[in-house]
């Protein structure tokens, strides 16, 4: 899907951004992305170990990391060496993204003008903001509220009191009552005196088919994009995240909570009420039983159950002890 920028952006040049260094070349920052996702001036953060193999091959011009990790990036990348890599990032991303820190409320919402939408069917007191497209036979509920530049595609049902915002959503998409779609996640970095926001600049990505029912929260993601794919089924209260990436058709019963930047694999089912740690890697095929609590990474077509969640033979061992 289309990536959309949802933020007002300032241009800087390198050397403006952090006047203290020399830089063997003085460009303009196109954005900040992920090492996965960057290209050429784009500027990157590189913080753990853990995502040395995305590294090693990105194609940022510009990276924050630390004196360990800056061996790990190719040659060409200018290394910005800080101690702390999600502090400094937090400064630039204020700099760069100055309205992203706090969800201001979008001052251009307004009743759909109905020639601008002539397929959709909208209930009482939808408002829209500047921008939103809308496909053909698309169903808006009562008090909805849709923010600027939001994309929902062709025969989408969107219930009541429905608040979505810098998000782009695919074909046949269902949206219960209540659902929260795109709001700021929960980041900061903990300071002596202040707790730091961490400014999140990502979209929500929902694929074709996907169902998502009552009083779900799903946040935006802080650089990349949290995604849904496609013919996925999320039940009732479900939170996701930022960053968090659900493969195609998972089932996710109601109550489980993702931490941020969980990565679920294709096919998973989820049982009421577990819980995912964040950064964790769930395969394909995972079945994860109710109440869970997963703290570790799970392989491919694994069955696992308690907490900390443990493979399905193990858990029924150690209960009948």
Known sequence: MKKIEFFKKKSFLIKNLFPKLKFKNNFKVNGIRSLEKSKKNDLTFFDSIKYKHLAL???????????????????????IVVKNVMSELTKILKAIYPEADIDYPDLT??????????SVKFSNNVLIGNNVKIGKNS???????????????????????????????????????????????????????NNLKIPHIGNVIIEDNVEIASNCTIDRGSIDDTTIGKNSYLDNQVHIAHNVKIGSNCMIAGQVGFAGSAAIGNNVSIGGQAGISG???????????????????????????????????????????
């Open 279 to 321: 950064h964790l890697k769930i395969g394909n095929s995972v079945k994860i039983g109710g109440g869970s609590g997963v703290i570790k990474d799970v392989k491919d077509n694994q069955v696992i159950m308690g907490y900390p969640a443990v493979q399905l033979k193990e858990f029924i061992k150690n209960s009948k002890k």
């Open 57 to 79: 091959n990105t194609k940022a011009s510009l990276c924050i990391t630390t004196e360990k990790l800056a061996k790990f990036l190719p040659q060409n990348v200018e290394k």
């Open 139 to 193: 169903i808006i509920g009562a008090n909805t509220i849709i923010e600027h530049d939001v994309v929902i595609g062709n025969n989408c049902t969107i219930g009541s009191q429905v608040v979505i915002k810098n998000s782009v959503l695919g074909n046949n998409v269902v949206i219960q009552d209540g659902c929260k779609i795109g709001l700021k996640g929960f980041g900061f970095i903990p300071l002596k005196d």
């Open 109 to 118: 919402l307004k009743s759909p003008i109905k020639n601008k939408f002539k």
